[in-house]
């Protein structure tokens, strides 16, 4: 990695989002996944903004189904990966798959597993982001679950290339 490129990481699924870190862990850019109704992706913003990172490193999460998790929504779901990994391989802007279990695993160090990944998450990203607005919009009460994920997942990236 170049001193000067940058770490993308990015929370798939149409609830997903995209966070674009220096090399020094500072947040240059924060995207929600864009989409249409909620229901499918924008894809023409989605192209414009995975343009903007041709000279970065992106982490891209490898999902897979879950259990429990409806066949409709499971489709839905892995068209949005494969969206993304198409895209970013069609922008050839070099790219890595990172399991959940092992961006968590090391983002999580130190929080009890007692609770849930979505709360050790936040709490992850708070102790290391404790003054960044999180939220999808200033309407919103709450940090984007998406925006926190795409986060871990970019700092992730980042100290795996340290």
Do not use: C
């Not at 995209?18 to 924060?30: F, W």
């Not at 903007?52 to 998790?69: A, D, F, I, R, T």
């Not at 069609?90 to 609770?115: D, N, S």
């Amino acid at each position: 990695m170049s001193e000067s490129q940058t770490i993308v990481g990015i929370d798939p699924g149409l609830t997903g989002a995209i966070v674009e870190l220096t090399p020094k862990g500072n947040i240059l850019s924060k995207h929600v996944m864009p989409t249409v109704d909620k229901k499918l992706l924008d894809l023409k913003q989605l192209r414009v903004i995975l343009s903007l990172y041709k000279n970065s490193m992106v982490y891209l999460e490898k999902v897979h189904s879950m259990p429990k998790q409806g066949v409709a929504s499971s489709f839905k779901f892995g068209r949005v990966f494969g969206v993304l990994e198409g895209m970013l391989a069609a922008l050839q802007i070099p790219y890595k798959l990172v399991t959940p279990q092992r961006w968590q695993k090391k983002m999580h160090e130190g929080i009890e597993r007692e609770i849930g990944p979505k709360e050790r998450s936040l709490m992850a990203v708070t102790r290391l982001y404790p003054n960044e607005d999180l939220r999808a919009t200033e309407r919103s009460k709450t940090p984007h679950k998406g925006l926190v994920d795409a986060l871990l997942i970019a700092r992730y990236g980042l100290e795996e290339v340290e």
